[in-house]
């Protein structure tokens, strides 16, 4: 497996045309460090690895699943790898994001993509291990939890000092640092249903919502046909008061669970949808909340 992704390194930066001089100046790694690494003299650590996908511009994710492809002999599937791009097509009401947040189109995507790979990153030590990939080693919730926490962390980062994170189960999830902005709680949600949280909070509310893919990047309604690839298909955005949730002390629950309410959450100004992921019977351009 070393050997594999020390050869998809190599492959990837002959292709772009670096020789060792330059790659060592984009990398911060030695040149002779690299040339130990291409005659399997020595194998990189992790940061190394890093260093090297980064100065390359590819996800150090992405460069494992193809040494994983060499190692396992299949070819690495191309729809999955574009699904990951996160289309700026799909993005809308910038105007409203802008207004309630401050941030972008792109803050939002290099959150996504982020998410993205490090659970793609952790997948793959999983399967080096012989381990189930996430989605299916934790429970619903708490991968909702887990996916809502990378996306913040992701938000925070490409924020540019716009937010900052609060510390772990604390409100709200990100703490402005500009005047002008308050706020702002992150939510996420399994396909259909709809976000919630222990308590009503009024504030400043992203949403996410997700599916579970097979390994062919492909969505397939109902739960017997649950995949193991996290794909975010709708963001939302809007300000929210008390009275926008629903509050109840549904069995199993621990103490009340407040979820938004269903018309106010389909009244949320739409930021990002992905129509070929919709888990609604009819895949058309409109589903209930569509605005």
């Given at each position: 497996m070393?050997k594999?992704?020390?050869?998809?390194?190599?492959?990837e930066?002959?292709?772009?045309g670096f020789?060792?001089?330059?790659f060592?100046?984009?990398?911060g790694?030695?040149r002779?460090?690299?040339?130990?690494?291409?005659?399997?003299?020595?194998?990189?650590?992790?940061e190394?690895a890093?260093?090297?996908?980064?100065a390359?511009?590819?996800p150090?994710?992405?460069?494992?699943r193809?040494a994983e492809?060499?190692?396992s002999?299949?070819?690495?599937?191309?729809?999955?790898?574009?699904?990951?791009?996160?289309?700026l097509d799909n993005?809308?009401?910038?105007?409203?994001?802008?207004?309630i947040t401050?941030?972008s189109?792109?803050?939002?995507?290099a959150a996504?993509l982020?998410?993205?790979?490090?659970l793609?990153?952790?997948?793959?030590?999983?399967l080096?291990?012989?381990?189930?990939?996430?989605?299916?080693?934790?429970?619903?919730?708490?991968l909702?939890?887990?996916?809502?926490?990378?996306v913040?962390?992701?938000?925070?980062?490409a924020?540019?000092?716009?937010?900052?994170?609060?510390r772990?189960?604390?409100?709200p999830?990100?703490v402005?640092?500009?005047?002008?902005?308050?706020?702002?709680?992150?939510?996420?949600a399994?396909e259909?249903n709809?976000?919630?949280?222990?308590?009503?909070?009024?504030?400043?509310?992203?949403?996410?919502?997700?599916?579970?893919c097979?390994?062919?990047a492909?969505?397939?309604?109902?739960k017997e046909?649950?995949?193991?690839?996290?794909f975010?298909?709708e963001?939302?955005?809007g300000?929210?008061?008390?009275?926008?949730?629903?509050?109840?002390?549904?069995?199993g629950?621990?103490?009340?669970?407040?979820?938004?309410?269903?018309?106010?959450f389909?009244a949320?100004p739409?930021?990002y949808f992905d129509?070929?992921l919709?888990?609604?019977?009819?895949?058309?351009?409109r589903?209930p909340?569509?605005?």
């Amino acid at each position: 497996m070393l050997k594999a992704i020390i050869d998809v390194i190599r492959s990837e930066r002959e292709a772009q045309g670096f020789n060792y001089e330059d790659f060592s100046a984009v990398s911060g790694l030695h040149r002779t460090t690299l040339g130990l690494y291409d005659r399997g003299e020595r194998g990189p650590t992790v940061e190394a690895a890093l260093s090297m996908a980064q100065a390359l511009g590819v996800p150090l994710s992405e460069l494992i699943r193809k040494a994983e492809d060499i190692v396992s002999k299949n070819s690495v599937c191309e729809t999955f790898k574009n699904r990951r791009e996160v289309p700026l097509d799909n993005f809308r009401n910038s105007d409203r994001l802008r207004a309630i947040t401050g941030l972008s189109f792109e803050t939002i995507r290099a959150a996504i993509l982020d998410c993205y790979q490090t659970l793609d990153t952790i997948d793959a030590q999983l399967l080096a291990h012989g381990s189930a990939p996430i989605a299916n080693l934790v429970e619903l919730a708490n991968l909702s939890s887990i996916i809502g926490n990378l996306v913040g962390a992701g938000l925070a980062t490409a924020s540019n000092g716009l937010y900052i994170r609060n510390r772990p189960h604390a409100y709200p999830d990100l703490v402005p640092q500009a005047t002008g902005f308050g706020d702002l709680e992150i939510k996420v949600a399994l396909e259909k249903n709809k976000p919630k949280g222990h308590l009503p909070k009024a504030g400043n509310y992203l949403t996410f919502r997700y599916v579970l893919c097979d390994d062919l990047a492909l969505y397939e309604k109902g739960k017997e046909n649950r995949g193991k690839r996290v794909f975010i298909w709708e963001v939302k955005v809007g300000t929210l008061t008390e009275r926008d949730f629903d509050t109840s002390n549904t069995e199993g629950d621990s103490g009340k669970t407040a979820v938004i309410n269903t018309d106010v959450f389909n009244a949320m100004p739409l930021i990002y949808f992905d129509s070929d992921l919709l888990p609604y019977s009819k895949k058309s351009l409109r589903y209930p909340g569509f605005n």
